[in-house]
């Protein structure tokens, strides 16, 4: 079965507007870029978290889809 080297972090707005981050992975490295405004960075450790945190500050994006605790602050 082949490795998947992305994933995607989503969270929704206050507005319901859902805003998605992808994580794609090339060996160490991992690239971390947002689907909504174009914001791309690097993480070699804690990429996830990085796209949490883009998702709150740029966007305000809190509500985690799944139900998986991000609740708005």
């Known amino acids: 079965m082949p490795e ?5 972090v989503s ?3 206050q507005h ?5 981050v992808r994580v794609r992975r090339a060996g160490m490295q991992r690239t971390v870029d947002c689907e909504t405004c174009g914001w791309r960075t690097g993480a070699q450790f804690l990429p996830w978290l ?3 945190e883009h998702l709150a500050q740029a966007h305000q994006a809190t509500v985690d889809p ?4 991000g609740e708005p602050r």
């Open 50 to 52: 990085k796209a949490e």
């Open 11 to 13: 969270r929704f707005d």
């Open 4 to 8: 998947s080297n992305t994933s995607k």
């Open 66 to 69: 799944s139900g998986g605790g």
């Open 16 to 20: 319901g507007r859902r805003h998605v």
